[in-house]
């Protein structure tokens, strides 16, 4: 990957002018035709990753029976990724964003290829696992900040809500698929047939971003201030989301969002597989995923709302219950219908949350801005990995299993065993998640970010260089183009 040179305009949008709005339109609907086959190489890639996540989760805890084994791969997969993010966000800025994806996916798909070739010749080890995710982690670093400030470019502004839905969508189908693909797969030849599967879809990934061209961002009075070494440019996004206190109390919002989601990873894997075989918790997982697409199909097609903040909260306040419910209950129907509703509403609150994002930050500094927001975020998630095996191990278990006072008492609630410990963690994690909802709706500036913050486009600060995405006229109607 190198650095674009400032002379080279080949992939630059025009500027406007009064008398090419009709050619604008064009370049609108252009621009959004390269989002949705970005898009759908990008969600045949996530199906693919999630086939690999759902059997290398099974392998480890099948061969080892530890929950801090399972978390220390699945920490090896994001940790770098999270330290690195400052640098790499610097970098999405100031090279091409398209061959930062290209780079990114393919060393992503070397590695799934490397893993399977150690299944294949049966040396698999878990410290093998840890070293490929690491390496891995370290260049999805990359890819998500470029693939997320591309968007801005690709997307007309009425469409951020939408956009991020469908971004959404393609997750769920990955949570839909991978489940009930993978267990077959398994079945059939082993982890290393998701493996191969995995790789493939790397390489259709790449091939969508060959056949694309991404516009460059448009110039920026903050952009140019955020210029400078690599090192101050990889603090700019530090301080530009400490000065702006709504979308910092946002990102602290996700953060404990993203938490939860750390524990419940390796919890719900040894939770499921307590009473239940491989197929059947892939089964209930996907039956369950069909939540989050029926909410992703919903954010795609729906434009938002003018209280986004507020629907990000009590959709928080929803997934915390339906966690809760999760844990009181080893009842197959129970524990699809809150996973059903639980990861339903997910989706709404991302595409809320990304579309105030897009619309709030410049696109030039977005690579920084984001991959600030991923570092703080998602910095949550390998500190809950790193502590649920230990907790699970040496907290939960024992309660559940001892004969104290409070153990006793909690027996006679939700049982006893290994799967009652499990359980009851739901059951924590569901309160902490309610309640840290409720009380972040009582801190004004994320309540009133939406008045208090304006939107990128409305600063007159623009100088040049690339255009904003205008709005897209008449590809309102038009949305089948590939």
């Known amino acids: 990957m190198q650095r674009m040179s400032d002379g080279d305009t080949s992939d630059q949008i025009p500027d406007a002018s009064s008398e090419a709005g009709a050619v604008m339109s064009d370049e609108a609907r252009a621009r959004y035709r390269t989002f949705l086959i970005v898009w759908f190489g990008q969600l045949v890639s996530l199906v693919g990753s999630s086939l690999t996540w759902f059997g290398l989760s099974v392998w480890v805890f099948l061969e080892t029976g530890s929950v801090t084994d399972l978390s220390l791969m699945l920490l090896a997969s994001n940790l770098p990724r999270v330290l690195l993010s400052p640098v790499a966000g610097a970098l999405v800025d100031r090279w ?28 698999m080890s ?47 189908l990955g949570q839909l698929v991978a489940p009930f693909l993978g267990g ?139 966690l809760v419910v999760i844990g009181v209950s080893t009842w197959a129907v129970s524990i699809v219908v809150a996973l059903w509703l639980g990861m339903s509403v997910m989706p709404l609150a991302q595409a809320m949350s990304q579309s105030i994002w897009l619309a709030k930050v410049e696109p030039d500094v977005q690579g920084k801005v984001f991959a600030v927001r991923s570092m703080i975020a998602s910095g949550t998630q390998p500190l809950a990995l790193a502590l649920a095996g230990p907790l699970a191990d040496r907290v939960f278990v024992p309660l559940m299993t001892g004969d104290s006072d409070l153990g006793s008492f909690l027996q006679g609630w939700l049982g006893e065993g290994e799967g009652a410990a499990y359980g009851m963690f739901f059951v924590a994690i569901g309160v902490y998640t309610t309640i840290m909802a409720v009380l972040s709706w009582t801190y004004a500036p994320l309540r009133n970010l939406e008045r208090d913050i304006p939107d990128a486009d409305e600063l007159p600060q623009y100088t040049g260089g690339g255009t904003m995405p205008t709005p897209g006229g008449d590809i309102a109607d038009d949305t089948a183009i590939i």
């Not at 840890?130 to 891995?136: E, Q």
């Not at 400078?228 to 953060?255: D, I, K, M, P």
């Not at 795609?300 to 997934?319: D, E, F, P, Y």
Request: proline content about 3%; glycine content about 10%; aromatic content about 12%.
């Open 184 to 322: 077959v797969l398994i079945a059939v030849g082993g982890v290393a047939t998701l493996l191969v599967v995995d790789a493939v879809t790397f390489t259709f990934a790449i091939g969508t971003l060959l056949v694309v061209r991404f516009p460059k961002p448009p110039k920026s009075k903050v952009g140019e201030e955020s210029e400078g070494s690599l090192w101050q440019e990889s603090l700019f996004g530090f301080r530009y989301v400490w000065h702006r206190h709504g979308l910092f109390a946002l990102l602290l919002f996700f953060a404990g969002v993203n938490l939860t989601f750390g524990f419940v990873s390796p919890i719900f894997v040894a939770y499921m597989l307590s009473f239940a075989s491989p197929g059947t918790m892939g089964t209930l997982l996907s039956l369950g995923a069909t939540g989050m697409l029926v909410g992703s199909i919903v954010a795609s097609a729906w434009k938002g709302t003018s209280r986004r903040v507020l629907g990000i909260i009590v959709s928080t306040v929803i997934l915390g219950v339906m």
């Open 96 to 123: 091409d964003r398209r061959w930062v994806m290209i780079v990114s996916d393919g060393a992503s798909g070397l590695g799934t290829i490397v893993i399977a070739l150690v299944f294949f010749t049966d040396s």
């Open 126 to 172: 878990l410290g093998i696992l840890v070293a490929v995710g690491a390496v891995s982690s370290a260049f999805q670093a990359f890819q998500w900040p470029a693939y997320q400030a591309a968007t801005t470019l690709l997307v007309p502004k009425e469409r951020y809500s939408q956009a991020s839905g469908m971004v959404s969508m393609a997750e769920a």
